[in-house]
């Protein structure tokens, strides 16, 4: 197809726009904040020193995120279709190889397995309200705690059910479309978590070790952070932006030409920091109160968290708050991871929004039963054990290290060599950002992003 064909073939695709700049921020923002944010962001601090790991987060967000998701929106507000065909567009228009669309086809397969076990993850979170709510936590101690979550993690039939009541909440939105789906969606559920996350710090600060928090995250100490915090800040500065997943490619080709990507881009990643920081600042201060490991890992919510609220004044009622605000942060995550695959389905297949969703929801709520089954009647599986790398690593684990540690950077590095290096200049000065920040934004693009990516790459390959 010729440049001509091609611009005439995106110019009168129907295509819906968001109606304005806030309705794409806060879904950008709303795909952007989830568990990352809430769950592993504040442990993950936790482990690697506070506040220099804060700094070097920072710094990777501004070096690697905001470039990658410049890029990302470009190809989508650019070829106004489906991610794959949005990149096979722009690299025609641009006499490119259309194979460059494999960046796109990783991503969206990326997003279709992450939202799989994503789902089941958001089940944990939409158990702990009913348990939260009904004073499951009061009183007990950390034995009692732990069997809570280990029953939930050995019973297949209640993970399946709240996985089950996860992806319908979030075909239910996607099927919708985007102003009465999406949009409506994000415009209810962003300010909302943005309450309960405000509610949240400031029942923190009644706790009365709210300035240590303050202090264990925004005082650097550099002799506590490795270099192997630098490379996991490297890491999660990608990831926490839903880069390499085609996400912000589809929504971008829901973006209107009067809007700026750079402003834009720079906005959402202010604020998906902002939600982490304030996370940060709800989490450790009832930790400190209540002598708990500020690094405690991965089970900081499910297991540590809950003991603390079950000890504190009101602890049902903030506990119950604080994992409705984890639910409304996996949802809004879970409607982007569905989005990019739910609009190629339509577009490939001419089928409608409704029957789209359904059909690949249900597809990945499918898929999603595996991880339930892995982490209780196959437990034992290890489907690649026979290589010490994966040795003891279930279905769960494999899904985990292949989607974050291969599939999201080799989508991201391929997207920003693409923008980077086989766009026109004049295309992105015109349409991405303008002035002496666009010089900025293509130097990081083009030399500094690909490395930082490729070193990540390499890290979580050999860690």
């Not at 939409?126 to 993690?153: K, P, R, T, W």
């Not at 700026?260 to 450790?284: C, E, P, Q």
């Not at 293509?442 to 930082?452: D, E, K, Q």
Request: hydrophobic share 55%; charged share 10%; net charge neutral.
């Amino acid at each position: 197809m010729s440049e001509s064909n091609l611009a005439s073939a995106s110019a009168q695709a129907p295509r819906g726009l968001w109606s304005s700049r806030l309705a794409f921020i806060l879904a950008a923002t709303g795909s952007a904040v989830g568990l990352g944010n809430i769950w592993k962001f504040p442990y993950i601090t936790g482990e690697n020193g506070g506040g220099a790991f804060v700094i070097v987060y920072l710094a990777c967000i501004a070096v690697i995120g905001i470039p990658i998701m410049m890029a990302e929106v470009f190809i989508g507000r650019n070829g106004r279709h489906n991610p794959i065909t949005s990149l096979r567009t722009v690299a025609e228009r641009n006499l490119s190889s259309p194979l460059w669309r494999v960046s796109a086809i990783i991503g969206m397969l990326a997003a279709f397995v992450i939202l799989s076990f994503y789902s089941v993850i958001g089940g944990w979170a939409a158990a702990y309200v009913g348990h939260s709510a009904m004073g499951d936590f009061s009183g007990q101690d950390a034995e009692v705690v732990g069997g809570i979550f280990g029953s939930l993690l050995a019973s297949p039939g209640t993970l399946l059910f709240w996985h089950s009541v996860f992806m319908a909440l979030v075909i239910v939105v996607v099927a919708r479309g985007l102003k009465s789906g999406l949009e409506r969606a994000v415009n209810i559920l962003m300010p909302a978590l943005f309450v309960l996350l405000l509610v949240a710090v400031g029942y923190a600060t009644t706790t009365g070790h709210f300035g240590e928090a303050v202090k264990f995250l925004f005082r650097p100490d550099f002799a506590a952070l490795s270099m192997n915090g630098v490379l996991i800040a490297l890491g999660h500065a990608f990831f926490t932006l839903s880069l390499g997943m085609a996400i912000m490619m589809a929504y971008g080709s829901y973006l209107g030409r009067d809007v700026s990507i750079g402003r834009t881009a720079i906005t959402v990643g202010f604020l998906d920091t902002a939600v982490a920081l304030l996370a940060g600042l709800a989490i450790f201060p009832v930790v400190f109160a209540n002598g708990l490991e500020a690094g405690a890992g991965p089970g900081l919510i499910f297991q540590t968290l809950p003991l603390a609220f079950g000890q504190m004044p009101l602890g049902s009622l903030f506990g119950t708050l604080f994992f409705i605000l984890l639910v409304f942060a996996a949802w809004t995550s879970g409607i982007s991871l569905l989005e990019p695959v739910t609009e190629w389905f339509e577009e490939k297949f001419s089928t409608s929004r409704v029957a789209s969703a359904i059909v690949v929801g249900v597809a990945c709520w499918a898929l999603g039963i595996a991880s339930i089954l892995s982490l209780n009647e196959w437990s034992g599986f290890a489907p690649l054990g026979m290589f010490d790398k994966f040795a003891g690593k279930t279905i769960f684990d494999l899904l985990d290290f292949f989607t974050a540690n291969i599939m999201l950077p080799l989508s991201g590095l391929l997207t920003a060599l693409f923008v980077g290096w086989c766009v026109a200049r004049e295309t992105l000065q015109r349409d991405v950002v303008t002035g002496t920040g666009f010089t900025l934004w293509y130097s990081l693009l083009r030399f500094v992003t690909p490395v930082a990516v490729v070193i990540v790459f390499v890290y979580n390959l050999m860690a």
